[in-house]
Nanobody, 128 residues
């Protein structure tokens, strides 16, 4: 089983910044495609960004483009979500999904169905 752990959430005022971390366990696979999604009560999960722990491949959702970005640390199997100029509508539970690079390739995607393993989420609250 692959463990996925998110961290870095918190409460900030509008205009502030946060950096979320998503780490996938290295016990079975050495690289992952990781996707960030967010959800608020009563709404479906929304794609935010995705990236690859082994390189610079990334995709950012149009809704956050220009404010959010990703970076990675291959040695830690971690994808970071850098969130700047946060708005109250960015409030939600942020989840990370993992797709192992099990056959030498994985897809950096904003499609929830591409990800096999999920973390418990980290809460982001932006106040006006």
């Amino acid at each position: 089983q692959v463990q996925v752990v998110e961290s870095g959430g918190g409460s900030v005022q509008a205009g502030g910044s946060l950096r979320l971390s998503c780490t996938a366990s290295r016990s079975r696979f050495s690289r992952y495609c990781l996707g960030w999604f967010r959800q608020t009560p009563g709404k479906s999960r929304e794609a935010v960004a995705a990236g690859f722990t082994g390189g610079p491949r990334t995709v950012i959702a149009d809704s956050v483009k220009g404010r959010f970005s990703t970076s990675h640390d291959a040695s830690k199997n971690t994808l970071y979500l850098e969130m700047n100029n946060l708005k109250p509508e960015d409030t939600g539970m942020y989840y990370c999904g993992a797709d192992p690079d099990s056959r030498g390739y994985c897809t950096v995607s904003l499609k929830e169905s591409e990800y096999l393993f999920w973390g418990q989420g980290t809460q982001v609250t932006v106040s006006s």
